[in-house]
Each structure stands twice: as C-alpha cells, then as structure tokens.
C-alpha cells in the first residue's frame, strides 16, 4: 500500500463510520466509485468486530510477566541445588531470586539467593561478591541473619541464608506504629545488630523496614547486611550513585515511598557513605515504628529527596509517650550533615537500653549515666587492646621460631583431642598448610566425621562447622581456605577466616584425593579421570581420560606443582596389586608422562624432590621439574608412617614449605573384641592392624574382617587370619557375607564383588554394580543384595538387585536424604536401616518388599543398625552407646523404648554401616577396639633438610 | 550502582545516550531493562497471587517509575524521552516474545488474540506478528504506527501521546482506532 492510497482509505473510512450502517453502502459505492480493491479494503476495515473494543487496550508491559515467565530460567522451584530442594519462591530482591529450600543434610529450612547468570557469568564481580558475602558470613550476631555458605555448582551461583520466619518490619507498619516500649525494643535489637557490624567495618547502606524481620518470639533479624555494597558490580567504576536497592511501596495513604525516604542526605548526593548512613536510616525506622509514618516522605520521588534533603520529619508526631533520650537520639540520627550526627550507634543502643529500663516519663538521660556508660565503653576498649598485645606477641614469638630454625629439623607430637579417631579409611586425611603453622585433618567424633584443625601456635584442636563427612582434605595455596571432598559426592572449600562453606562441584570421587594449584584452580577425580574447576566454581573441565587398552582403573591423587602448569597423579591399573605409575601431566598441552614405574601419591617438595608411597613408605628422589624426570637413584626416606585402609595411600601430608605431618603406622591400629551385653570385653585377635567392619559367618564360626585394602577371614577359635581377596581387586572393604557362607560380597574400587570363602580365591564382579556402591545385606533366600548407591540428585540411597541375575539394581528407598546402613531382618520380610531425613540420622525399620511405610527405632539419633539373627531386637550405636530395640508383631510392628546396653569407646568410622557385628546367639558383640589411646599426629618441620641429606642430588 | 538496581537515573541516562546515537546505550540498556521488568513483573505476579487479582496498570506504572526518571528530565527531552522507552519496551517485549516462540516452535503454539492477554497461557506468537504488522503499517503509515507504538508498548495515555507526537488528543483517538482495526483486520487474516 502506498501512502497516498492509505490516505485515501483512511479518509473514506472516517467519513463512514461517522454515518449511519444504514447509509454505508451507498456512501461506499459514491466515495469509492468503480475502485473495487479500495471498496474492499475500507469495507474489510468496517467489518471489523466494534465489540473487541479491547484489542491493544492493555498496554503490552502487562504481558510482561507471562513472557518471562521462561521456564530455562527462573523457577527453581522444586529443582535440587546441591543439597537443596528449592521449595518455593520468596521474593525477587536485588541480587535475583530468593527461595525457601530444605537442606536436606541438615533437616532446615534455609532462603537461597540465586544469583542472575548476567552476574555470574563475570569472575570479576563473582569474586568481588563472593568477598564480601564472606565478610558479612564473620557477622555472627543474633540480630543479624546469618550467611550459611555458597552454591556454586552446575552455572548456579548462591547464597544461602539464614530462612528468618515472621513478618518484615514493613508488612507491620501497614497496620500503623508499634506501641512505643515495643518500637523501642526492636530499635535496641537493630541497633545491636549494626553496632556488630560497625565493630568490622561492614556498613549496612540499604536499611529499610523491608529488610527487618520481626520473629514471632519478638526477636529482630537484620536483612541483607552490606550486600547493597557487596551485590555484583555495586559502587564499581565509582558511578556515584547511591548503592540502595529502590523498591516502592505504598503506605496506607498511598503516598509513594521508596527507599529514598531511608536514604542519607550523602546518599541522595551520591557522595561516599559510611555508619553514619546507617545511623540516618535506624533514626528514619525508628521514627516510622514510632509515629506509623515515614520521616521523609513526598508524593513523588523528587518531593522525597527534596524532604531528605531540605525538611525536618514533624517532630509533633512522636507518641507523647516517647522518652525524652529516645527524642534526642532521633533528633540526633537525622541530623543532616554526616558530622553533626550521631557517630557511634552504640550510643543510642545504650540511650534506647536505659529508656526501656525505666518508665518513659521519669527518664532524663542524665549526663552522669551516659559518661557512665562511656566508661564502661572505654574499659571494653583497654581490654580488647590488650588482646591485641598478646596476639602480637605470640606472633612475633612464632616468626622467630620459625626464623631461627629455618634449617633445623623439629620433631613434634601432635595428640588428637579425647575421643577424636582419625579416619583412616582415604588419604589424604591431613594436610600441612604451606607455612607449617595449621594442621588440618579428618576426624570422627561420636560417629561424627569433619574436619578438625590446629595452629601449631596453640593448644587447642577446633572442629570446622560444615565440614561434616568430609573425605580427601587439601589447602590452597595461600593457607586460608581448606578443600574437602563429602561422602556424597560434594567438592567443597571452607574459609580459615570465616567458616564460610562454598560448594564447588559434585559428583567427585572422595577416595583418591584433590588438589588445589597455584592458578586457584582445583583437580579432583570424577569417574576415575581427573577434572579441574575455578576454585571459585565454574565450569569443570575433563583432563585424562582412563586407557583401558592399559587396564587403568583410576587416575588418583593429583599434586599440583609449577603454578598448576604440572599435575603430578598416581595412575592405578587392574593388572595387579600396587600396579600403578605416577605421572606427570603437562597442562595446557595435556601431555602424560610416566615419571616413576611404581608408586602412588606423589608430593613434590620444594627442596626439588619428587616423593611419593611404595610398600608401606615413603620414597624420594631429586627430581627435575622441566625435564620431569627424576635425576638420582629412589630412595626409602620415612619408614614406619600409617596408611589408608582401604587405598593404598599414606596417611601423610608434606606442605609447600617442606614441613611433614603423618600419622605413625600403629596409628588407628585396632584389635577386634567381644563385647558382652554388659560390657564385658574379651579379646579375639591378639594381632593389631586397622580392623574394619567384621561380619561373623552365619555359623557363627568364622569372622570375615577388612583390613589394609583386603579381606581377611579368621577362624574364631584359632587367632589366625588368611587373607581372602586376591591380587586382582584394590580397595577390597565392607564385606558380607551370603546366609550359605560360600560366598563374600564386598566393595572394590570398580564396584561389588563376590568371592569364594572355601580358599579356591574364585571372584568375580557382581553385575549391574557401579563404582561406589557398597554392599549391606543379603536376604534369606541369598538372591536379593541391599546395597548403597551413591545419587547426584537424592544423596545416598538403598538399592536392592537380584544376585542370580533376575532384576536389575532399584532404588528402594530413596529420598533426598541420606539413607544407609541396610539390614534385612533374619525372616526377610524387614529392613532396618539409618537415615537423616528428621536432621539427624535415625534408624528406620520397614517391611520389605514393601508397602511403603516405617517405623522409628531410634528416637533420640542412631545408626549403624543390626538385627539380633533371633529378629527380636534391633541393635544400633548412638555415640559410644549400643541400644537395644525390641521387636514384636507381625504385620504391624511394635517397638519397645531403646535401652542402653554398654557405653564404652570403639571405633565408629562409617556414617551408617556397621563397624560391629551380633554372635548368632545375640549375647555378645565383635568390636574394634582402638589400642592406640586417642591417637597422634607426628609433625616434622623442615624435613626437607633431611630428605636433602637422605636423598642427596648428584 | 548495579545494572540490577536497574535504578531509574542510569536508564535515563542510557536512553539519552541511545537517542544521541549511541547504540551501546541499548547493548547496555536491554539486560538492565530486562531484568528490572522481571523484576516488577515477579513482583506483580505475587502479589496478583495475593489479592487474586491483576493490574497491568500498576506493573506499568511501577515499570515506568522504576525505570524512567522523568522527574529529572526537563520538559523538551520529555516527549522525546517517553518516545524511547516505548521503542524500548516493544523491542524488549517482541525480543521476549520472540525467544518464547522459538522455544515453542514445534509444540504447536495456538495463535490467541491479543484482547485477551493476560487470561491465555502465551501471547507470544501474537506479539511477535503484532510487531510485524506494526511495521507494516508503518511503511505507509509512519504516524499511526508511532501512537500504537507509544499507547501499546509505551502506555502512555492519550494525552501524553498527543504531546509526544504534538498532535491534538482527538487525533490521537482517531489515529488509535483506525491502527487498531487495520491491526486487527492484519492479525485476523
């Protein structure tokens, strides 16, 4: 159509509908005259349906919300993050979207703030973030919502947030002022809150009644500290405008108030902002919970700037109740010039404090009081400078130790807190940092398993928080955050500094260790290869792919040496025992290279030394770290150093700095004995090694028992043990044995197995088995296994598979949280097993194959669950206490109260299976026993000097 | 300050920019605009949720005060300015509306008429041949393309589209009449 022609349409078509229908056509034919295409045209326009008068009558925005409402991208809804089961969307607040989850590991409720993939996408601003979310995690205040961690796992990047139940100060204000004693209270709770924060140089900068929640029990948590500054990209560039989060809400009077009205005059400018911004907007809060209205307010935002800047709020408002300190603190919050106003929140927490201690009327803030509390403030003050002293003079102490013994070899013992066990089952259980002064190390405590440290500057050995089941520990290489690997799978890091715990991958092999290089880069093994992720998160990356032309099982342990430019591993193949190469692999070429034909765990130390583990010790040789070869002959340099029971890897750390930790070869060293229902012990093997799951045969007469990466069966009436696995199997633990006896199921590094037990040394894999699953139990009838299987969606869960063939591995119980520990009662018909869905584990009884329902056993926490072969009892371990259940019923079980039978020490190690058995008779039990007391660390700093000499270059 | 703050002076300023030619303002301005209407538009949808109901004028006005700072702008850039941000919102919304019907394409999207926007799962399809034939219309029709620009996409009112275009308000209602059933007819076809 051209222009002309429309406009000829167009007039014709005003000029007909301004007549009657009736005339129309005759107009049309007049104005039209022999243009038939133009009578159609104007006629098709008039044939328009007049009642859709809504076409286009709302404005497109309005689709808005069903437009990106994109499935690829906002709701989490329902999804998994981690540990996480989002469950439903809070809000969508300045960093994106905040969600109520469940952590399923710890059985609470949690808000989740994910942050939009524009942002994360930029290392920058991530790593800018990311320090200073840490910093406001330090801010461990009960007024302040706590920052639980980081998600940083498969592109999603997370806070996760202490989920605080209750009404936001603003929902409150819309049902008017709070009664003047309770504004005063949640003024002094706030006032607390930032006063911490202050204290660590953290300002609020956005503080707002949305960002106060009020509990129900009257507590008062402080939302989103200091991510106004922290959110990604905020205050970068210096772009001078206020770093708030505007949102808009609209009062009873539907006065249009956004942030601006709790923003500082400084803010408004755009000026550099520090506490006294925070001090402007607790005065406005206080004074809205007070009066029910905004100090500063206009029908639009210039008039609210303008009030900001220029009014003072209407003082004649204040309830007549308000105390007079409580009038002059608000004057002296909103003062508007930053110098003038209040400097230190602390003064109207204590003002705030001694009005609500006396009645409102009879309380002149006299100067006495507050100089009073002054002083008190100042003796605070001398005290904390006095900390500050002694901290600096053990620092000077430990930089001249460490200065004056720059060669000396020193030998020290580190002893494990009472009732700590050092977990043996995976090296690297410890590490080292760079400058020798931390120790670090994975212990269990009750069942517990986390990470533990120690400065060597102290004496006392802290447990990490968040660190629980935590595998393969490593260090960065500044010394400030340690990495673990969790029984589930996870890839996590925790900060020295803060105890923040940030997740990084998952789906990572916790058995053969990981490394963290000098370009902030992480190297775990997932699927037997190596892989390597940003320390910060981000995508992981494959680097070795397993040969199987050569048999390889596993590539294990990485060390990361040369800025991360090499990774030193230990290549594990299936040819034989202790067939396993170290390597190095040249990145980002990608090049391998075989540097000693025998070996496991390397470590390259700084004295220019290649070490690394063969035959129960550790070897070195000098070592050239271009050519990457070994320039002189391998020698034994440590003898006698623990190792793993289940890989065949020490339980040693050596640290950049040349410094080792290891734990003595008689560390973890147990016997086995019987335990009788009272207590009573007697011992079975005279022999100590590092005993693990014993499992009596079904007649009672033999005992099948792991133990250095075997199986070892020993007739209970002669002390002997004979090995049962063979060569052709590593990491041979968690055995079971079929109700015949012919046979043992167990667990290897490439999945379940089964072998004879009449000596013929015939094994073979069990099908359908993957690398990770651990055998439980075997029904009656011997065909079905229970077994555990690790899920990247629904953690650990209990599977069962028919041993003859019959059905494939399924899921039997399988929830999203951690369920283990399977035991088939003697009739088949139950399964008695431990799981943590309440938030701690518990142990379950069910009826098998189903239906679908259970039983609690336990009720104050268990595990490790056993039946008594009568099927009258279940036994499970609860700390150093073994419990007893009683069982009756058929169809309908009933269980009686847990009694405690003994409350003696053995060792736990495993999360849910049991590390015990029952006699056939139910009267006694086997335990491990720990003969070692409560276990020690050897630490040698320098012993790079001794290698030097031991290991001398050509 | 954070593009997500999307707050209303740094979108006034990348707009003034766009105007001026600078078409890295827009590179810039999308995901700051994006974001922020998801923003308000999660925000009315919960709250429709709430009060079981749903105003699209209240998203438009919150979008408009969110994003546009006319308070600051003097009155010449003014008309110029609400002008932008309805260009803005259509490329935005018909940018949306077109990932949305390439991600369907397959599912056998059903085509909806627009009158009844906010009840049917997915306009996209419409929004995207509404765009088209706005453009069209626009090839001989530069003007009344431009007030179904502004009113549609921009929200603006009658008068505020009159002072834009600087034509009398009874033009415009005129104007928006015959666009919408030649739109209409279009999208019917």
Known sequence: MTPERWQKVSRIYYDALARDSGERASFLRQACEDDAALRQEVESLLAQPASKEDFLNEPALAMAPALLDDPGDAPLTGKRLGVYHILDLLGAGGMGEVYRARDTRLGRDVAIKVLPSLFSADPDRLARFEREARLLASLNHPHIAAIYGFEATSGVHAIVLELVDGPTLAERLQRGPLPTIEAMRNARQIAEALEAAHERGVVHRDLKPQNIKLKPDGTVKVLDFGLAKATPGAAKGGEGSPASTPSITRTREGVIVGTDSYMSPEQSRGNAVDKRTDIWAFGCVFYEMLTGRAAFAGETMSDTLTAVLKADPDWQVLPADTPPGVRSVLRRCLTKDPVDRLHDIADARIEIQEAIAAPASTTPSGPSRRAAARWTHLVSWVVAAGAVVVAVLVTQQATRRTGSSAAAVTRLDLDLPAGVELVTVYPPAMVLSADGTRVAFVGVFHGLRQLYTRQLDQFETVPIKGTENANAVFISPDGRALGFVTADLALKRVSLADGLVTTIEHDVEFSAGAAWGGDDRITFVRAGSLWQVPAAGGPAKQLTTLDKGKRELLHAWPHAIANGRILLFASITGSSRGASHIEALSLPAGERRVVVESGTFPVYSPSGHLVFFRDGALLGAPFDIDRLQVTAPVVRVLESLAVGTTMDAPLAALSDAGSLTYAPSDAGTTRLVWVSRQGVEQPITESRRRYQYPRLAPDGRRTVVAADGDLWIQDVARATLTRLTSEQTVGNAFPVWTPNGARVLFRTLTGMYWIATDGSGQSEAIAGSLSGDLPCSVSRDGDTLAFMRQNAQTSRDIYVLSLSGQSPPRPVVSTSAFEGGAQFSPDGQWMAYASNESGQMQVYVRPFPGPDRRWAVSTQGGTQPFWNRTGKEIFYRIGNKMMVVDVSGDKDLTLSPPRELFDQRYVFQNVSLANYDVSPDGKRFVMVKDETGSGRLNVVLNWTEELKRLAPAR | ?189
């Open chain 2, 1 to 189: 300050m954070s593009p997500l703050e999307a707050s209303s002076g740094s979108v006034t300023r990348l707009l003034l920019a766009w105007r001026a030619g600078d078409e890295t303002a827009l590179a810039r301005l999308t995901p700051l605009v994006h974001r922020e209407l998801q923003r308000i538009a999660r925000g009315c949808m919960r709250r429709e949720r709430a009060r079981n109901s749903f105003q699209a004028s209240a998203l438009v006005n919150e979008a408009y005060l969110r994003l546009v700072d006319t308070q600051h702008v003097n009155w010449q850039n003014r008309a110029h300015f609400l002008a932008m941000a309805a260009r803005l919102m259509r490329r935005i919304l018909v940018d949306l509306a077109r990932a949305r019907q390439y991600r369907k394409r397959g599912g056998g999207a059903i085509r909806v008429s627009l009158s009844e926007a906010l009840t049917v799962p997915d306009q996209a399809e419409d929004l995207v041949a509404l765009d088209e034939a706005l453009s069209a219309l626009a090839t001989f029709d530069q003007r009344r393309s431009r007030v179904v620009e502004l009113r549609f996409f921009g929200g603006l009112s009658v008068e505020e589209t009159a002072a834009v275009l600087r034509i009398s308000p009874e033009t415009v209602m005129r104007d928006w009449k015959l666009a919408r059933t030649w739109l209409r007819r279009e999208l019917s076809k």
